[in-house]
Structures are given as C-alpha cells and as structure tokens.
C-alpha cells in the first residue's frame, strides 16, 4: 500500500490476554465500519485487519508491538481507532469459585 492516503503507526497489545478472540472481534467490527483497506503486521507478517482469524494468526500476548496500515479516505481514522482498541487494558474474566 502506498499513495497520498496511507497512515501507519504502531501500538502495544495492553489485554492482559493479549490479543484473543474478543478483541479481535471488536477490532474487525470496527474496522468494517471504515472505507480504507487495513492491515495489521507483527515483524514481517502482515494480515486482513477484517479477519478475526487473520488477526488471531499474529499471536499477539500482552506487550506484543502490531503495526496497522490503513490506505484509503479515512485512513488516519481507522488506523487511530484501531489502534485504542490494541491499547485497551482488558483483564481476564473471573474464573468460577472452585466447588
């Protein structure tokens, strides 16, 4: 992706779960809602920012560094909304009492 309307910067997965299938279901729920085409890479590896299965292939833990590119009219948008959701602190749901 490159041309006039591509935005890309960097984030830290903060979920103390890392990035699981909730938060990756809220990320392509969001990222649908945007025109650009996004990406989301981890080192050389560069998945479908709409793809939960895509997303969940980067196996990113808690602290994992993710870039997301966008290119498209709303590029800086997405990547920046996108990108709270990555930096959101999600902890872990409680675990049932042991009978």
């Given amino acids: ?3 006039p ?14 990035l699981h299938a909730r938060p990756a279901g809220q990320f392509v729920v969001l990222a649908s809602r945007f025109a650009s ?12 920012g ?11 833990s808690r602290g994992t560094k993710l870039r997301i590119r966008a290119a498209g009219p709303d590029a800086q948008a997405a ?5 709270r959701v990555l930096e959101e602190q999600q902890t872990a749901p409680p675990r049932p009492a042991a009978s």
Avoid: C, K, P
């Avoid at 910067?9 to 103390?16: G, I, L, M, P, Y």
């Avoid at 085409?37 to 479908?48: H, L, P």
């Avoid at 709409?50 to 990113?60: D, F, P, Y």
């Fill in 1 to 3: 992706m490159s041309g």
């Fill in 5 to 18: 309307n591509v935005y890309e910067a960097e984030f830290t997965v903060q979920s103390e779960l890392g």
């Fill in 37 to 48: 085409e996004i990406s989301v890479g981890r080192g050389a590896d560069w998945v479908d």
């Fill in 50 to 60: 709409r793809s939960v299965l895509s997303l969940l292939s980067l196996a990113a």
């Fill in 79 to 83: 990547v920046e909304a996108l990108g």
